[in-house]
T-cell receptor, first 112, second 113 residues
Framework: AQSVTQLGSHVSVSEGALVLLRCNYSSSVPPYLFWYVQYPNQGLQLLLKYTSAATLVKGINGFEAEFKKSETSFHLTKPSAHMSDAAEYFCAVSLQGGKLIFGQGTELSVKP | SQTIHQWPATLVQPVGSPLSLECTVEGTSNPNLYWYRQAAGRGLQLLFYSVGIGQISSEVPQNLSASRPQDRQFILSSKKLLLSDSGFYLC????????????FGDGTRLSIL
């Protein structure tokens, strides 16, 4: 069965520091993986997706993620955090038929 | 381009009252449609999904129901709301192809008093 684990329910970084949000997945078939961002009282916005092309995926707002099959990971990174990056981030894996399984989310705080 | 609309944005309802939340998608045909609930401080729970008009799959037994009367319209309903129905409800759509992402509406904040 497929599942997603996000390590750390809350991550705090200083403005300008590296952002690293961790996501590990479990899948019996080659997965399709996604990162979403959610600002308070808003819906989820797609940051990036991995669909078996390049293993390093670039997304919006300067984020990128690397698919590592050997580690079953799809960690999200950004070289330099900005105050506007403060939000909740969700990793998701796609099941057959297009349903998504979401991780529990990681809240990112950015300190000035 | 495709857009998704949800309304209302916020709703306060008494226990035992009915519910109807509506979601519509523009700019695409025959989308897959989804209803999620997000409880405070928790992840997303898939409630219903639909692959076509009149086709509804329920993921969890509960006090809610869903309908798809038109290709791009998805409605979440309840005959009698419970306190436990409070939460943030999100609608999403997806195009054809299992590698396609879901796209979300802005959500409805439902508070039950």
């Amino acid at each position: 069965a497929q599942s997603v684990t996000q390590l750390g329910s809350h991550v705090s970084v200083s403005e300008g520091a590296l952002v690293l949000l961790r996501c590990n997945y479990s899948s019996s078939v080659p997965p399709y993986l996604f990162w979403y961002v959610q600002y308070p009282n808003q819906g989820l916005q797609l940051l990036l997706k991995y669909t078996s092309a390049a293993t390093l995926v670039k997304g919006i707002n300067g984020f990128e993620a690397e698919f590592k099959k050997s580690e079953t990971s799809f960690h999200l990174t950004k070289p330099s955090a900005h105050m506007s990056d403060a939000a909740e981030y969700f990793c998701a894996v796609s099941l057959q038929g297009g349903k998504l399984i979401f991780g529990q989310g990681t809240e990112l705080s950015v300190k000035p | 381009s495709q857009t998704i609309h949800q309304w209302p944005a916020t709703l306060v309802q008494p226990v035992g009252s009915p519910l109807s939340l509506e979601c519509t998608v523009e700019g695409t045909s025959n989308p897959n449609l989804y209803w999620y609930r997000q409880a405070a401080g928790r992840g997303l729970q898939l409630l219903f999904y639909s692959v076509g008009i009149g086709q509804i799959s329920s993921e969890v037994p509960q006090n809610l129901s869903a309908s798809r009367p038109q290709d791009r319209q998805f409605i979440l309903s309840s005959k009698k709301l419970l306190l436990s129905d409070s939460g943030f409800y999100l609608c999403a759509w997806r195009g054809p192809g299992s590698n396609q992402p879901q796209h979300f509406g802005d959500g409805t904040r439902l508070s039950i008093l």
